[in-house]
Every structure is written in C-alpha cells, then in structure tokens.
C-alpha cells in the first residue's frame, strides 16, 4: 500500500521506520544530541511519559501532543525506551509498552481506511477482507483475556475467523505492543545510561513508588501458600530446586523486598553461598548491570513445577502468587477493620 505520510503521521507513529530514518537528520549521533539543549528537553519529556505509563503523572503537561515538533515527539519515544532498558526493570518496560500502545491505538481509531491499511499492512495483518487468517488470529489475540476473542466462540471457515473493523483496530495495537516490546530491553551503551542517570534515579524512585502504591508495606501472612512453602523450606534448611528459588525470589523482588533482605532469607540454605546467591539475587532482579528484571512465575508454571503447595480457597481465584498476595492483604485489612469496629 502506498501512501505519503506528512510529518504529523511521523510523530504520531515514531515507530515507522520512516519516522526513525525522519528524526536521524537530526540526532545522529545520540551522546550529542542529549547532551544539547533539545536533548535535555526530550530527557525530560522521555521521563514524563514514563510517569504517564506508571499513572503517577501530576496533570501539568501544557503542550498537547499536537503541538510537539514532530523531531521532538519521535526522539521522547526513542529516548523513553532507552531510559527503561537502561532501567533494566521488565515489568517498566511493559508499561511503557503498554502506554505508547494506547497511544497509537487511540490515533488509530481516527485514521482512514487507507492509513488503517498501511499501518495493518506494517505489523502483519491483511485486512483487505473481513476475515484473517487462523494463524494471524491467534497471534494477534493472544494477550486478550475476555472470552468472546477464544476461537471456540468465533465463526472460524476453512482456516479464516471472521472479524469486524473494530477488531482489526485491536489486532493492529496487540501485534504493535508485540513488535515493540520484542525489541526491548535495547542494548544502550554504559556512556548514555550515565548521560541518564539523574533521570534513571527519578524512574527508578517512581517505581519502587508505584510498587508500594501495589503491594504496600511487606506482609508476610499474606504470602501466598506456595511461597511460603518456599520460605518454610529454605527456612529449615532443605533443598530447593533451581525453578523454586527462582520463584521464591522473583516474587519477593516483584513485592518491593529489597536484594539485601532476600539475601538473608537465603543464609540457611544448606548450599549457601554469599557471592552465588547475589549473583542470582541480581540477576533475577535486573540489578547490578543485569538487563532484565523477571517477574515471579503464574500458578500454572507452579503447578507444572510441583511448586504449587497448599493452595487454600482464595487460590481458585488467582491465576498469579501476586494476585494472591494483593488479594489477601485486602482481607487482611478489611478483617483488621471489622475486629476494630466491632470492639468499639
Ligand atoms: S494456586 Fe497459585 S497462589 Fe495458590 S498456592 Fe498454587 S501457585 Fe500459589
């Protein structure tokens, strides 16, 4: 499909390649760029929409979108995505992902049919008729969770589902949100993580913000039983396969427990070793230089494992040990509530 983009469809979709090549006129060398005056506002606006995607934004932005120089738009993309794979934190980069997509989607819904294509045409989907492939069906569903996208309940003939405009809308943004998060975390060289370290602190703060806003303090009765299960055993001193203390530790990070304390639940493991376990500790938790911060494994890989012990009656409404966890201190506190207005 061909179609001319104007510099506004650049801005509004800076992940064409059209809009990379758009923006290399005027950030070649990247180190310059953000260390000029334009750099350090793109810095800042990269940082922003980051709060956005964390939804710890103060409402005070007083440029729209539109009226943002499209190179300026294009390079707080870019830098945003550096920023979180400086931070190494998975569960940022899916929110950013995740916000940039909505994004995209939000301006998709008001394109023409012949924008809609190209951009159909630019993720992989064929939408010149109101059916799609099975296989590009299930690709492009594979994150949505309500049931009318299961294929039990789609109208599928000879290996095509059918679909309706509005669906295909979705499609675009579900294989946008894949495509993008594929090619994240970036490889960034140390010397532009430095250049963003004060921005890189303040990410990193909002965070760990975001996660107490989650989780709150760290409550140990509201573990789920699988994870204490865990933490009774390494506690006594057993044995604990590879996959259980991957989860163990994942999920202790992924509340907010900082790398140290983890550390110390791990001392009466009979195979204890300081500079192991920190090794792992970091690895699992992206931190000392390590990329990728992993989030603790569903209740399905749990169960696959053996590692799912116990499981109690609020476990039939959880597919996660971290829904768990949020579930159980919400009755925790509401129980807290009821026993102190009942003495009263
Ligand atoms: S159902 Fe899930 S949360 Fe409950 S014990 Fe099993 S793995 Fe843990």
């Known amino acids: 499909m061909r179609i001319v983009l104007d510099t506004k469809d650049l801005a509004k979709y800076p992940f064409l390649k059209e809009s990379q090549h758009f923006i290399s006129d005027f950030a070649s060398d990247l180190e310059s760029f953000l260390s000029g005056n334009t750099g350090r506002m793109v810095i800042k ?199 259980g203390r991957f989860a163990a530790t994942a999920f202790l990070h992924n509340i907010g427990m900082k790398n140290d304390t983890i550390l110390e639940l791990y001392g009466r493991a009979p195979d204890f070793n300081v500079e192991k376990t920190l090794y792992q500790v970091d690895h699992i938790s992206g931190a000392g230089g390590f990329g990728t911060e992993y989030t603790a494994p569903g209740c399905s890989a749990m169960k696959t494992h053996s590692l799912c012990i116990n499981p109690d009656s609020l476990c039939k409404s959880v597919i996660h040990p971290l829904s768990y966890y949020k579930q159980k201190k919400k009755l925790l506190k509401n129980r807290e509530k009821n026993a102190g207005t009942e003495k009263e």
Request: glycine share 4%; net charge negative.
């Open 45 to 243: 606006r990269a940082g922003d929409c980051i709060r956005k995607a964390l939804q710890v934004h103060d409402e005070d932005d007083t440029k729209t979108e539109s009226e943002i120089p499209p190179h300026i738009a294009i390079a707080t993309y870019a830098v945003a995505r550096i920023l979180v794979s400086c931070s190494g934190e998975r569960a940022l980069i899916d929110r950013l992902v995740t916000w940039q997509t909505r994004q995209f989607y939000e301006n998709i819904l008001e394109e023409d049919r012949d924008m809609k294509a190209f951009l159909a045409e630019r993720v992989g989907i064929d939408i010149t008729g109101p059916q799609v492939p099975v296989r590009d069906y299930v690709e492009s569903v594979c994150r949505l969770r309500e049931d009318h996208w299961r294929l039990v309940n789609r109208s599928v003939i000879h290996g095509l589902v059918t679909v309706t405009d509005e669906e295909i809308d979705v499609f675009i943004r579900e294989r946008l949100w894949n495509g993008i998060r594929e090619q994240l975390p970036l490889r960034v060289p140390a010397s532009i993580c430095s250049l963003l370290a004060p921005v890189l602190v303040q990410v990193h703060d909002l965070y760990q913000k975001k996660i107490m806003q989650e989780f709150g303090v760290i409550e140990e009765s509201a573990y789920p039983p699988c994870i204490q299960g865990l933490l009774i055993a390494l506690a006594s001193g057993a044995h604990i396969t590879h996959i």
